[in-house]
């Protein structure tokens, strides 16, 4: 599969990797055709790993990863361009995070969430939201935390959810531990998660964890 | 312990009656003296269940819990009264939820929280917010649901939480399963994850569910 990976942060350098070592075609968008971090990224990942603007990587992409911050994903969304994310499908992997009075809190929050700003603001783009509930690490290398944790993923687009259920399952998460939670407003379901994340992060001092939903008896 | 639990619906009778069971003395607090629901709920529980006005039950008790919604919690306690709240554990299970456009969202969400709001108007009760990531019933019988599943506590004041741990461990919590998330602004962090749990809720079709946070290998 040629994926774009849009961002150059932890995030997408982390999936970016671990999609070339998987044996894509992956090239990391940014804002800026020589964006060190990409440039290096691509050096250490090999000959199936390139750079460009993100409307290069989308272009080139069958599927497009958003993972720049939800607070500027749709700036660079438009950047990449709604042709070029038109009937593909778009993985978006964000938390929208913004400070106040020095205290995280997120925007959007409650009556929206960005991954259905992102649905409305390209709709024709088959939009999934998945992975936002973990680290990077523990994306793409779920044995980092032990049980039979899970990952959600929610998007109107039934064969967009089974491909990426498909690509987690390369990531090293069992179908059966991909849990479903229906249409794209389940987005603000999974980014409302992120406050509990981060106050748990604080407690552990690490974030090698996850939560596994457990049923009735 | 003598415990006032204002609010009469699902989680105040339940809450109630789990108290009584246990042994406590309990007064059912609500607007009026002769609420229905509570009269009713006092005859079948038995001679260590009482009702009446929240102030009437918020005097009488050593602990308070407040059982209603989120969004009238500062109207009911402020008619329980400041001076019947001033030095006790005020024990805050209740989640902020609101409709808009006919969609549940949450009100306070995101830069404040219930229990925040609640400890900021009475700054002499020691409140710990707790129990609002579950359903009533998974609230006072924990083994309904498999797995080392864990409940939240937070609050200002450690001895406070120590005797809610203390009560949610006759509940049936053991305390290694009670995970301190800190001071009260974490009730953020709980009450944020209500879509969360509102999504699971959809997809299972049932209540008996609650999230184990799985660590490093």
Partial sequence: MRYAV?????????????LVGLGHEVVLGSRTKDNPAALEW??????RAGTGTFAEAAAAAETVVNAVGGQVALAA??????????????????NPM???DGQLTLDPVGSDSVGE????AFPGARVVKTLNT?????????????????IFVCGADADAKAQVTAMLGEFGWPAERV??????????????YLPLWLSLFRQFGDADFNIEVRRGR
């Fill in 6 to 18: 849009l961002g150059t942060g932890d995030v997408g350098r982390t999936l970016g990797g671990r």
């Fill in 134 to 150: 973990v680290n990077c690490q523990v994306m793409v290398e779920p044995t980092l935390v032990a049980g039979a944790h899970q």
């Fill in 77 to 94: 969304l438009e950047a990449a361009g709604a042709q070029h994310l038109d009937g593909k499908v778009l993985v978006d992997v964000s």
């Fill in 179 to 192: 849990l479903d939670l229906g249409g794209i407003e389940a987005a603000r379901a999974v980014e409302m």
């Fill in 117 to 120: 700003q992102i649905q409305r």
């Fill in 42 to 47: 691509a050096g250490a990942a090999g000959p």
């Fill in 98 to 100: 913004a400070f106040e």
